[in-house]
Each structure stands twice: as C-alpha cells, then as structure tokens.
C-alpha cells in the first residue's frame, strides 16, 4: 500500500522567490513518484518523476525534486517563483512493478504574489 | 497529437437522476484511467483499464457506478443514481502501457454538481 503527505495545503511566495513544496510517501515496495501541475479548469500536467534512476530530477518549468529515501520524501522547488507558477501541485506514489494505481497527495496550492 | 478529449465539461443535475462521461484517449494509448477528485482533494482512481479489460475497479462503488471501454479505444462512466457527495470533477486519463513508471495524460475532466 502506498499514501502521499503534502504539508500545507497553501503555500504563498514572492515573485523570484524559492519555492518548496514538500511531500512524504509511504510505500511497502520501492517507489515511483511523480509531481503533477494542476491550473484551474484544467487536467493535470506530468512535471517530473522519479523512476529509480538519479535521485535528483529536473522536470519542465525550471522545477526540480530530490528523492531522499532516508527522508522518505520527494520536495519539489524551483530557485525563482514566476507568477505563472501559480496552480495546484500535486505530489503521487506508486509502486514499481505490474499494473501499480497512482496514489496522489491531497495538493498544495502555490500562490504567487507580485 | 490531440490530448484527452472528454465531455460534457460540466453537468448539473438532481440526486436521484443519471449521467454519463465519455472520454476519448491518446491514439494508441492501451491504458485508461477514470479518477474523481472532490473538491481540495487529489484524485482517486476509480477505474483502470487495459485495452477492454478491467485491470483495477477496487474504489469504484459498484451499486451505483459503471464504466466500460468498448473496442479498447473510447469509455464512458455512468453514475445511476447520483447522490450528493457524488459532486467532483471526474478526470478521465490515458497512458501506452500501464506499468507503474508509464505517464499519465490527463483530460480537462467533467465537473458534476449534483443538487
């Protein structure tokens, strides 16, 4: 079984500004884990993923994340907050063998202020 | 390549009635995804599909929900009756096999609001 924490529903940043958003897994295999973007009325939108390769990846929009299986969790960040930054982040977690479900945070919303 | 193509994009109606999504996936995407995201929740799937398969239905709530995926390519999911906490945004997603590390292509999702 397999379980996301995202802590803090809401996070608010200056424009250029550091972004972190953190999430903790649980998982009883060893993991897949994944950030996905959400904008309003929108799908969501795959941003990076970690697949047992580095530990540190580099997704698209300049945001990054860090598999840290100590720690067991998976920040995402960003050096320098734009304000089309500004969406839903949702963190997910599944397993690496067979036909695993995706299991997802409850998201963190990032606000973005001029 | 055209994403995820679902509809209706929204729909309203009373506790009691019917309804029904429809998703179209990627071209040659083997692998679709029925999820339900409640309001300031992530998404939870409720249905997997392999080709026209049933991989994974464990969360779906079978006395009221059905989907199916005729010829492996488009699906529909059918809520009969709706209750009030049925109002989400249902998220239909696509991806070319279904291991674990494959991604995931989201559609703009059906937003139901049940009264």
């Known amino acids: 079984a397999q379980s996301v924490t995202q802590l803090g529903s809401h996070v608010s940043v200056s424009e250029g500004a550091l972004v972190l958003l953190r999430c903790n897994y649980s998982s009883s295999v060893p993991p897949y884990l994944f950030w996905y973007v959400q904008y309003p009325n929108q799908g969501l939108q795959l941003l990076l993923k970690?697949?047992?390769?580095?530990?540190l990846v580099k997704g698209i929009n300049g945001f990054e994340a860090e598999f840290k299986k100590s720690e067991t969790s998976f920040h995402l960040t960003k050096p320098s907050a734009h304000m089309s930054d500004a969406a839903e982040y949702f963190c997910a977690v599944t397993g690496n063998s067979g036909y695993s479900t995706l299991t997802f945070g409850k998201g963190t919303m990032l606000l973005v202020s001029p | 390549e055209a994403g995820v193509a679902q509809s209706p994009r929204y729909k309203i109606i009373e506790k009691r009635q019917s309804v029904a999504f429809w998703c179209n996936p990627i071209?040659?995407?083997?692998?679709l995804y029925w999820y339900q995201q409640i309001l300031g929740q992530g998404p939870k799937l409720l249905i997997q599909?392999?080709?026209?398969?049933?991989?994974?239905d464990s969360q779906l709530p079978k006395d009221r929900f059905s989907a199916e995926r005729l010829k492996g390519v488009d699906s529909t999911l059918k809520i009969q009756p709706a209750k009030l906490e049925d109002s989400a945004v249902y998220l239909c997603?696509?991806?070319?096999?279904?291991?674990?590390?494959?991604?995931?292509?989201f559609g703009p999702g059906t937003r139901l609001t049940v009264t």
């Open positions: 071209s040659g995407h083997a692998t």
């Open positions: 997603a696509s991806s070319l096999v279904g291991q674990g590390s494959t991604e995931q292509y």
């Open positions: 599909f392999q080709n026209n398969g049933v991989v994974d």
């Open positions: 970690y697949t047992s390769a580095a530990t």
